[in-house]
Nanobody, 126 residues
Framework: QVQLVESGGGLVQAGGSLRLSCAAS????????MGWFRQAPGKERDFVAT????????YYSESVKGRFTISRDNAKNAVYLQMNSLKPEDTAVYYC???????????????????WGQGTQVTVSS
């Protein structure tokens, strides 16, 4: 079974930075699309960023574009989310997710990712 573990969350002030990490216990890590989603209390789980499995294509939600950067290191079975210029509205639990056999539109939909980590809390104070 694929196992994902997030780390790097914490409490920061607005304008600060954090880097989230996701370590994957999986064979052929490079065959999976990796994504980051976030969920605030009482809200739906929303797409943040994704990195395709078969290249260097990345996609971002409009709310984080220009501030967040997703990257992956297949040799280390890891995916990262560098978050800069953090805002209070970025406060949420952030989840790492993995999936395969995606069509283009699947990258942005939480219900298309089969494997999920337990999440890491990011809190941004004003």
């Amino acid at each position: 079974q694929v196992q994902l573990v997030e780390s790097g969350g914490g409490l920061v002030q607005a304008g600060g930075s954090l880097r989230l990490s996701c370590a994957a216990s999986v064979r052929r890590f490079g065959n999976y699309a990796m994504g980051w989603f976030r969920q605030a209390p009482g809200k739906e789980r929303d797409f943040v960023a994704t990195f395709s499995w078969n290249g260097d294509r990345t996609y971002y939600s409009e709310s984080v574009k220009g501030r967040f950067t997703i990257s992956r290191d297949n040799a280390k079975n890891a995916v990262y989310l560098q978050m800069n210029s953090l805002k209070p509205e970025d406060t949420a639990v952030y989840y790492c997710a993995a999936g395969s056999d995606f069509s283009y539109g699947d990258y942005f939909r939480a219900n298309k990712y089969v494997y999920w980590g337990q999440g890491t809390q990011v809190t941004v104070s004003s």
